[in-house]
C-alpha cells in the first residue's frame, strides 16, 4: 500500500486479531493523559519515518506502543481518513503472535488490551470502526476459502 495525496497527517498501524473465549478480540489502545481520560481507543498507530514504508511504520508503531512483534503476514485494510482533523490512517490486519501479551510500552498509551471485537466496536475511535468492520469482512472471506 502506498500513501496518497500529500495531506497534513499520515498514521499507520495494525488491527491484531486472535480467538478469545468470547470471538475474535482485537488489540486496542488508549491514549495516555488526564485529557484523554474520556478519549475512545484506537488501533496501534503512528506516523512513517521519512522513506518508510507504511506496513513496516504499522509494525514498528505497534510494538513501541504495545511491546508486541508483528512478524507474521499483514493485509492491507486501506485507510480511514478523520472527520474533523482530515488526519488519514492506514490499517494491516494479521493473527496477533502466538502467546502475545500487549503492556503500555510508551508514555503515549495507558492501556494496551485484546478486546472482544463487538465491544471494541463501541469504544473505538468513531471513524476508525471501518477498520473492524474490514477485518470482519476479511475473516469472513477467509472462513470462505477454508470452507472450499
Not at 470471538?23 to 521519512?50: D, F, M, S, T
Not at 513496516?56 to 506502543?65: D, G, K, L, S, V
Not at 488490551?113 to 471494541?120: C, S
Amino acid at each position: 500500500m502506498s500513501r496518497g495525496e500529500a495531506r497534513g497527517k499520515e498514521s499507520s498501524g495494525t488491527v491484531l486479531y486472535r480467538k478469545g473465549p468470547a470471538g475474535v478480540e482485537v488489540l486496542l489502545v488508549h491514549p495516555a493523559g488526564h485529557y484523554n481520560r474520556r478519549a475512545p481507543w484506537g488501533i496501534p498507530k503512528g506516523q512513517p519515518n521519512p522513506n518508510e514504508a507504511l506496513e513496516e511504520a504499522a509494525r514498528r508503531e505497534t510494538m513501541e506502543e504495545t511491546g508486541v512483534i508483528v512478524d507474521g503476514a499483514l493485509v492491507a485494510l486501506g485507510h480511514v481518513d478523520y472527520t474533523r482533523s482530515k488526519k488519514r490512517v492506514y490499517g494491516f490486519a494479521g493473527p496477533a503472535p502466538d502467546g502475545a501479551e500487549p503492556r503500555c510500552a510508551s508514555w503515549e498509551v495507558d492501556k494496551a488490551e485484546f478486546i472482544e471485537i463487538t465491544r471494541a466496536r463501541r469504544i473505538i475511535h468513531p471513524d476508525q470502526a471501518a477498520l473492524l468492520d474490514r477485518l470482519v469482512d476479511h475473516l469472513a472471506g477467509l472462513e470462505a476459502l477454508a470452507a472450499i
